[in-house]
């Protein structure tokens, strides 16, 4: 699922939903407030989302995501 929510929209919605939280706070947080702030309706956030829980939690994971380092893939060759 993670591929309709990327894109010109998801990162929006993400800066909206990261910019109300500050400013508003988590409990006053609504979709249509995100979906105005986005540009967009609040359909479209439920579409791509379903809820506002579910956007907040893929803004979280994307902060995350953000913040850590990649993880090696490849083992260490032993020194020489």
């Known amino acids: 699922m993670a591929s309709t929510r ?5 990162t929006h919605v993400h800066a909206a939903g ?5 400013e508003v706070g988590r409990d006053a ?24 829980q579910e956007l907040l939690s ?10 850590t380092p990649p993880r090696a893939t490849t083992a260490r060759r032993p020194p020489t």
């Open 18 to 22: 990261r910019e109300l939280t500050a």
């Open 58 to 67: 893929d803004v979280a994971v994307e902060r995350l995501r953000g913040l």
């Open 6 to 10: 990327s894109g010109p929209m998801s």
């Open 29 to 52: 947080l609504t979709v249509l407030l995100i979906a105005q702030r986005a540009g967009t309706t609040p359909s479209t956030v439920c579409r791509r989302w379903g809820g506002l």
